[in-house]
């Protein structure tokens, strides 16, 4: 079997989709985005590409190598992403050759579902506790909410006060039991987070996210290893070795590698067992489309201590086209009671509906991150 032609499609709401074609007719998905950069990926895959085509789809491992390796430079967010999609069409392809799901491919499986969480908002916090409570209404058993506008570096009362307010609201809205995750979003810097970290500990929080950014880790060790909440990080990390010296840290308890962002599923299934090593849970980041939630649960099957996987079904990028827009099966997700059943199909386990997606990608997309602003004009984290 050889490879014979990639090609990528912008689709709304803000992904890029990849498919793989080979010469015996088995074709592969892949979601190569890193959201705000599609076109950037895209053609960081095209030139990918040259070290495709002609190639025997199966040996994942020696055509992932030779694209890290090959290219002199490594890492970062655009190769990475380019990376994690093809590696994801080449499971596809490769179960789909075998008849068999990816996570068969990968040792088989540790569970038949996942727990999955919703996204509730919280940038701009007016009706939080609402959409929180509405995500229960739904069967979800967990929610992840901002909880900061934007700070400086030292802030005011009020915001944290704010944050509070918000977090006590969407706890009195879902009760004790609903799993909270609060997302700091990396826009918060050392000093309030220390702040911030004490504060929230009476909530009881699934998880804070991104207390600081990853970089910013080794400058808050203390708080962060003496937190009696669950630390969690990791989307903007795109490789084992980004994930190394956090994981030897001791500061994290919950790592959040992407499957689109770090290399695909070879890459993530590799980080994923570094942390195991750590004592280190795992909820894969996925705020993105079915094929890329598809990776991800092919991944989530297998790996022992991954506990919760993020979705974006109904999120609130998502407005003109949602989750299960572009699978010809939506079913294949089949979430009950708060999780979802990994999908048994061959390969990702999904059928794209390949006849819309182009239909979509011809009105593309151009979306880009919100630019934010302190009251003093300096630019703000988002």
């Given amino acids: 079997m050889k490879i014979t032609k990639l090609t990528t499609y912008m689709v709304p709401p803000r992904w890029l989709f990849l498919k793989i074609e080979t010469d015996e007719g088995i074709v592969g998905w892949g979601e190569p985005v890193l959201e705000g950069r599609a076109s950037t990926v895209a053609a960081a895959v095209e030139e990918l590409s040259d070290y495709l085509i002609g190639q025997d789809p199966r040996n994942i491992e020696d055509l992932w190598t030779v694209m890290y390796r090959g290219g002199f430079y490594r890492g970062g967010g655009i190769m990475m992403s380019a990376l994690a999609g093809i590696d994801q069409a080449l499971w596809d392809i490769k179960g789909k050759a075998l008849g068999v799901p990816a996570y068969e491919l990968l040792g088989g499986k540790v569970r038949d579902k996942i727990r999955v969480y919703s996204w509730i908002g919280g940038d701009r916090p007016s009706d939080t506790a ?159 489309g079915p094929i890329a939630l598809a990776a991800n649960l092919q991944i989530d099957a297998g790996a022992y201590n991954a506990f919760i996987q993020e979705q974006s079904l109904g999120i609130h990028y998502n407005k003109s086209n949602d989750l299960l827009d572009y699978v010809n099966d939506p079913s294949v997700f089949a979430y009950e009671d708060g999780m979802v059943a990994i999908p048994e199909g061959p390969g990702l386990g999904i059928d794209v509906n390949e006849e819309y997606v182009i239909e979509r990608a011809a009105e593309g997309h151009r979306w880009r991150n919100p630019i934010w602003r302190h009251k003093d004009g300096s630019f703000a984290e988002w």
């Fill in 130 to 288: 609402a959409a929180a409570k509405a995500a229960v209404e739904r069967g979800f058993t967990a929610v992840k909410m901002n909880g900061t506008e934007e700070l400086q570096y030292i802030d005011t009362w009020d915001k944290v006060q704010g944050c509070l307010e918000n977090v006590q609201a969407v706890r009195d809205a879902v009760g004790e039991n609903v799993g909270i995750g609060v997302d700091f979003h990396g826009r918060v810097h050392k000093p309030m987070a220390k702040v911030l970290l004490k504060e929230l500990e009476p909530f009881k929080l699934m998880f804070i996210e991104e207390p600081v950014l990853s970089e910013n880790v080794n400058s808050m060790l203390e708080p962060l290893r003496n937190s009696s909440t669950p630390i969690a990080l990791g989307e903007r990390l795109f490789s084992r070795w980004d994930f190394k010296d956090v994981l030897a840290s001791g500061a994290v308890d919950i790592i959040q590698p992407d499957p689109s962002h770090c290399g695909g599923i070879t890459e993530a299934r590799k980080i994923a067992a570094m942390a195991e090593a750590y004592d280190v849970a795992v909820a894969l980041h996925c705020p993105l």
